[in-house]
């Protein structure tokens, strides 16, 4: 194909450009290092590409809970796909972090403060949205009334889990009824009626082909999550050691304690009785 002569012929007057649809003024101006150190950039622009992915998987999570609630579990298989492309992408970027020595992040610590991915309100949506609730996580967003709302809302609406075992009952499996009538503010607990229930599932995926496909996705999603977990906490003990994090908390010890958090329990312990 022959290029256009004219570089100005692609575009409609008053149409968008390639920087005004990207907002990329806007955009770029948003990378404002607090120190004069080379890494600080760096440092940056990992946390905000790392931000817009979760929006993006905020967007199709919870698009995808709703297709899992309407029964349209093909629509869902197509979002939870694209999660776990874009879960690749979060991963990947603790290969590109791990190139900042402890000594040049050390040379710009002390300008992050009490700052600290622990406030990170999307990270947070996306843990309740997973599953994963822990109310006392919203009084670190105390002087940020905006964010806490956000999280109030998340917080109060069932996990991909909940829909998803309610997909189960409407399929016929016997899901107990303190299950599908929990107050789903509070954090999940395990249940061997619902593990029988996958496991009936795992038995015969032929007979339950998109439940089967459905409890695969969610197994996904969860190992990549702690994936990303795992990562992080690496990095962290090569950058910081044992140090203190600057959120408050004991800094890789508790990463490591967040790494026992299941967000689909009978997924994992199905397999032990298959
Ligand atoms: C040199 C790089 C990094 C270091 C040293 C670091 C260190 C830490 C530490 C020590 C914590 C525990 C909370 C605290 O006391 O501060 C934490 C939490 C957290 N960090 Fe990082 N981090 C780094 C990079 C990142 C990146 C790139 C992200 C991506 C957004 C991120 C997101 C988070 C999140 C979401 C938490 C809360 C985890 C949870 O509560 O389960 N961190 N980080
Ligand atoms: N918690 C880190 C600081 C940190 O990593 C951070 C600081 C501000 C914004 C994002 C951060 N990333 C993840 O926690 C530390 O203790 O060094």
């Not at 503010?185 to 029988?196: C, F, H, K, M, R």
């Amino acid at each position: 194909m022959e290029m256009r002569a004219d570089p100005n012929a692609a575009t409609p007057p008053g149409g968008p450009t390639y920087a005004s649809y990207l907002r990329l003024d806007e955009l770029l101006a948003c990378q404002t290092p607090l120190s004069d150190t080379h890494d600080e950039l760096l440092f940056i622009v990992i946390h905000q590409a790392s931000e817009l992915w979760m929006k993006l998987c905020l967007h199709e999570l919870t698009a995808a809970r709703t297709a899992i609630a309407e029964d349209r579990l093909d629509t869902a298989f197509k979002m939870m796909a694209r999660v776990a492309r874009v879960q690749q992408q979060l991963i990947g970027s603790w290969e590109t972090l791990a190139t900042i020595t402890p000594a040049d992040y050390s040379a710009m610590r002390g300008k992050l403060g009490a700052s600290s991915g622990f406030q990170s309100q999307q990270y947070r949506a996306m843990e309740f949205l997973m599953g994963n609730k822990n109310a006392a996580m919203i009084a670190v967003f105390d002087d940020a009334p905006h964010l806490q709302a956000l999280l109030r809302d998340a917080l109060a609406q069932p996990s991909i889990y909940d829909e998803a075992l309610r997909a189960l009952s409407r399929a016929g499996l016997p899901v107990p009824e303190d299950q599908l009538n929990r107050d789903v503010t509070q954090p999940y607990v395990a249940s061997a009626g619902v593990e029988a229930c996958w496991r009936t599932v795992y038995a015969a995926p032929e007979r339950y082909w998109n439940l089967y496909e459905l409890a695969e996705k969610l197994v996904d999603l969860e190992y990549r999550f702690q994936l990303w977990r795992f990562g992080h906490l690496k990095t962290v003990e090569r950058v910081i050691g044992f140090k203190r994090g600057t959120g408050g908390t004991a800094g890789v010890p508790y990463l490591a304690r967040v790494i026992d958090q299941v967000f689909f329990p009978e997924l994992l312990t199905v397999r032990a009785v298959l």
